[in-house]
């Protein structure tokens, strides 16, 4: 039964949530895959972890030399980011062709990683890239390729009940470099692509 929504504001604040209810909270950022499993009732924790105030979770930057691109960033944000737009242009052609635009403006990057569909068009793209996980848990941060990410349709590596994945690092572009997302569906909006392609170069 889920019994609480809370909203923490810091991403330690969230992780000591999780921490306290030791497996039985689960994070959610723009829910539209997991509210359409909770009205299904397909679910198996008592508590909401609604990480959308966390303001570092919702920011594309630079970093270090890379962009940064936050896991609660929405598809519209990525598809409208200049920065995005002149170094990862494939993903903002992805992010421009997910779902509807009502889907666009809620779902996240983060949460097409997270859970690990086939054919979700943001975490496909980012192969392309050699992206770059960051994961918060208790013991700190920790970087994966987003190759590693994967252990079956529908499951990745990371633990939306004990872990954050709090960003996407992605080389800046190089002069005279470039990329391209295309897809092929049946229908041009609201339908999973039968076939997609991410290409950087």
Same mark, same amino acid.
């Given at each position: ?7 923490? &504001? ?18 959610? #950022? ?13 679910? =198996?924790?008592?508590?909401?972890? =609604? ?41 903002? $052609?992805?992010?421009? $062709? ?20 086939? #054919? ?9 890239? =050699? ?45 005279? &470099?470039?990329?391209?997302? $295309?897809?092929? #569906?049946?229908?041009?909006?609201? #339908? ?10």
């Amino acid at each position: 039964m889920l019994r609480d929504h809370l909203f923490p &504001e810091t991403i330690d604040e969230a992780l000591g949530i999780m921490e306290e209810h030791k497996g039985k909270a689960r994070l959610i #950022a723009g829910g539209t895959d997991l509210v359409a499993d909770i009205r299904r009732r397909e679910f =198996d924790f008592e508590v909401l972890v =609604d990480i959308e105030k966390i303001e570092e979770l919702r920011s594309i930057r630079e970093e270090d030399g890379k962009i940064l691109i936050g896991s609660a960033v929405t598809f519209t944000e990525l598809e409208e980011n200049e920065l995005i737009r002149n170094n990862a242009s494939a993903l903002a $052609q992805a992010a421009a $062709q997910v779902g509807s635009p009502q889907v666009r403006n809620r779902g996240t990057i983060g949460g097409n990683i997270v859970s690990a569909q086939p #054919a979700a068009d943001g975490a496909l793209t980012l192969f392309a890239f =050699d992206a770059v996980l960051k994961i918060a848990e208790k013991e700190g941060i920790r970087q994966i390729p987003i190759t590693q990410a994967y252990l079956d349709i529908g499951k990745s590596i990371i633990n939306p009940s004990r872990e954050i994945l709090v960003g996407i690092l992605l080389e800046k572009r190089e002069k005279g &470099e470039g990329s391209n997302y $295309q897809r092929v #569906a049946i229908r041009k909006a609201m #339908a999973l692509p039968i076939l997609a392609c991410g290409l950087f170069m």
